[in-house]
């Protein structure tokens, strides 16, 4: 059974980087796609981006400017940084797995706030 | 990209059917036999109900069911229990440069 946990800081300064790292357990990070997706407060679900293990990535069209997506294959990892944040960027940020188009497995979520 | 449309909310009796809709464009949900459903009970990680349209990962129950026609996607709970209190959530493939597309969502609540 895969595993994931996100971490990283939860209060971040506008105009500043947020970056969160996702570890991967229970199962390979190698051969498969691992994605971000956040949800901000009273709002729904929004795809952030993905990677395939060997370092490939694909973003949100709308993100895609200040995001940047990796992977460490020998920490199981995947990371999530995206600059020049606001206040619209706070939100629930979750790390899954992806399978074709969908997600079969999920992290818990961290709050991440951007606030001066 | 617009967000999938879903009712906001929906509720039902124990032991009762409930349906929640999810519709999108011929750009998405008309276009690909691509949408999935997640319960998501709040605090918790997310998890995968249904993936491409009708199938059940192992472990879903089978009294979760999902279906489309044309531009919207519908996800059936039949023999409603209360753990099934959650919210949910659908998405849908949309093409190569926008990958996925998520709905709203709907929160259930079990009378």
Redesign the interface.
Known sequence: QVQLQESGPGLVKPSETLSLTCTVSGGSINSNYWSWIRQPPGKGLEWIGYIFYSGSAHYNPSLESRLTISVDTSKKQFSLKLSSVTAADTAVYYCAKKTGTYFDYWGQGTLVIVSS | QS?LTQPPSASESPGQSVTISCTGTSSDVGG?N?V?W?QHHP??????MI??VNKR?SGVPDRFSGSKSGNTASLTVSGLQAEDEADY?C?S?AGS?????????TRLTVL
Do not use: D, H, M
Request: charged share 15%; aromatic share 26%; net charge neutral.
């Open positions: 967000a690909y691509s999935s997640y605090g918790k990680a997310p998890r995968l993936y491409e990962p959530y998405t493939y440069n926008n990958f996925v597309v998520f709905g709203e969502g």
